[in-house]
């Protein structure tokens, strides 16, 4: 019998596209005087932010986790949000040596715009819409995708019927099932942590590579400068929740010295943290070159 041999995983960023948010949503009850000093704020208020997916190179398999705005809403809508197009899924891949119709999986952590608006595309007749990874299979978890179809009042802005209901329609919907691994190929997995605080059932992937455990933080912990417990965005649901998530979750971090990918933070890739007197707080920072070569 041959002797089968695979290419290691490879694990890359993709940059879908910097954007702006409202400072103070951001920080929730923080004050400008605190937040400024990690996240400065334009004259409007507004900071930067990163839509900083990842591209999870394993086997045969090609796993996209989250995947930014994407590009079929109206230039008033992306006007909002003072998007910055040097950036973006198509020519992110590109550099990479791949095309969106090379992605086998999309693995979306919720279905909030800026992270999941990319997996549906304007349809090339200019009729509705259609999947922008026709090869792959999109998911999510049933629970979340309940409560976003199903939107309050409070998060109704965010869940864009034109992003989620597309992906049922086209027959690539698939879900997770909670405390589920998330198999790869090639016997790879990675595990996810569940949460509750920003929104129902967001998901948080954790991912083995090179004797570390690497976490996506998605909304859990959009930017280095929301380590303190009560720095909380306003858009967060629960957010007594999420100081709590926070915190165990931050605790864990520290002691088991887990590397931090930041979707949102602009500055910093990549972090590690550390216990000390005031809390866990930021050690270090690390770009992807430290790790992983891009």
């Not at 999986?105 to 922008?132: M, Q, R, W």
């Not at 939107?151 to 209901?165: D, V």
């Not at 920003?198 to 929301?226: C, N, Q, R, S």
């Amino acid at each position: 019998m041959p002797i089968l041999y695979f290419a290691a995983m490879k694990i890359h960023k993709v940059e879908s596209g910097n954007f702006k948010l409202d400072g103070g949503a951001m920080f929730g009850v923080v004050p400008k005087s605190l937040w400024q000093r990690t996240n400065p704020a334009d004259s409007n208020n507004m900071i930067d932010m990163a839509a900083r997916c990842l591209l999870i190179e394993n086997g045969n398999r090609l796993t996209l986790i989250d995947t930014g705005m994407g590009a079929k809403q109206s230039e008033k809508f992306f006007g909002y949000y003072y998007m910055d197009h040097r950036f973006d899924l198509d020519s992110s891949l590109k550099n990479l040596g791949f095309n969106r119709d090379d992605i086998t999986d999309v693995f979306l952590t919720h279905l909030h715009f800026d992270h999941c608006g990319g997996v549906i595309k304007k349809a090339s007749n200019h009729d509705g819409y259609e999947p922008a990874f026709k090869n792959a299979r999109v998911y999510t978890n049933e629970s979340h995708w309940q409560w976003a179809i199903e939107p309050n009042a409070r998060e109704k802005a965010s869940f864009l019927k034109e992003n989620i209901i597309p992906i049922q329609e086209s027959g690539q919907l698939e879900f997770v099932k909670q405390n589920q691994t998330f198999e790869k190929a090639n016997e790879m997995d990675f595990d996810i942590l569940f949460v509750d605080g920003h929104t129902e059932k967001m998901m948080i992937p954790h991912i083995e590579y090179d004797g570390k455990t690497f976490v996506f933080m998605a909304d859990l912990l959009p930017t280095a400068g929301h380590l303190p417990l009560p720095y909380v965005m306003g858009y967060d649901t629960r957010p007594l929740l999420t100081l709590d998530e926070k915190e165990r979750f931050l605790q864990k971090a520290a002691t088991e010295n887990y590397y931090l990918i930041l979707e949102h933070d602009p500055f910093n890739e990549i972090i590690t943290v550390k216990h000390t007197d005031k809390g866990v707080r930021l050690d270090q920072v690390y770009t992807f070159n430290d790790f992983f070569n891009n």
